[in-house]
């Protein structure tokens, strides 16, 4: 671990949780499909382990480089600018074909919420874009450009918002929205809210929006599948997920992994049920405790799955994708 430090201000969740799940140690090679400000990728070197981090996120790579580079010849650390559903091609591309460990932690990084001209959160006013990859539409050319029908669909389905057509009415009659804070007041204004109430209504609309930016769902069912092919028998996979729609797709897909569910969902079709498990029983869920919540309030709505890999073959992607 020659020249890697492995102190860091972010703390990522549930990490301790996390190592016990994935059991790193010296030798294994790991996974961390979401790098972000490098929380989990530290943890696992420091525990020994190699490690492949993906960000589609550049700045993320960028700050990363100075890990990885001081790391010599024989790095710890390898980074992979490109997104987690592509980790199978990206370790192909380093000639390494299984792993034993793989790590997701889904949404929105703390780097990129801190950043408000990453325009992700309304605590400090910012531009409207919300990519993470800072490529593509932004969250304003959606907002500004979408009729007013597809940006109900996106605040019911993605942030499960039932008000979601008096707030897409309002978007439209307040055209063009340029900054988060225009975005928030819009919301706020629109379900009547008042300073001091215990949530912010405008925090469901933020979080569709950014899921559908950023396809954020359809990556999760993608990655997964990825996982599943690049495990070796006896290797680990642990998600983090913030909300219930992650969650959903997560346990769905370790229990039809498992064997456990005969019935698919839109994201994730059918197991055949002549098909060997390709993954053991999976975890209850994990949650943070009182004093990781003390520590990190962010923490609150995490979630954590894990499960071991069978020796079973992959499934055919097309058996579990979307």
Known sequence: MTGFDATSPHIPVLIDEVLVALGAGPGMTMVDGTFGAGGYSRALVAAG???????????????????????GEDPQLVLHHRRFSELAEGLAEAGVEQVDGVVFDIGVSSMQLDQANRGFAFSSDGPLDMRMAQEGPSAADFLNTADEAAIADVLYIYGEERQSRRIARAIVAARPLTTTRQFAEVVRKALGYRPGAPKDPATRSFQAVR??????????????????????????????????????????????????????????????????PVFEKPSSPIRPGEEELARNPRARSATLRWAVRSDAPARQSGSHSA
Do not use: M, W, Y
């Open 211 to 276: 899921i559908h930016v950023n396809g954020e769902l359809d990556e999760l069912t993608a990655g997964l599948a990825a996982a599943e092919r690049v495990l070796a028998p006896g290797g680990r996979l642990a998600v983090v997920t913030f909300h219930s729609l992650e969650d959903r797709i997560v346990k769905q897909f370790l229990r039809e992994a498992a064997g456990l569910v005969p019935a698919g969902s839109r994201h994730l079709p059918v197991l055949a049920s002549t098909a060997r």
């Open 49 to 71: 382990a190699r490690v492949h981090a993906f960000d589609r996120d550049p700045d993320a790579i960028a700050a990363g480089r100075l890990l990885a580079e001081c790391a």
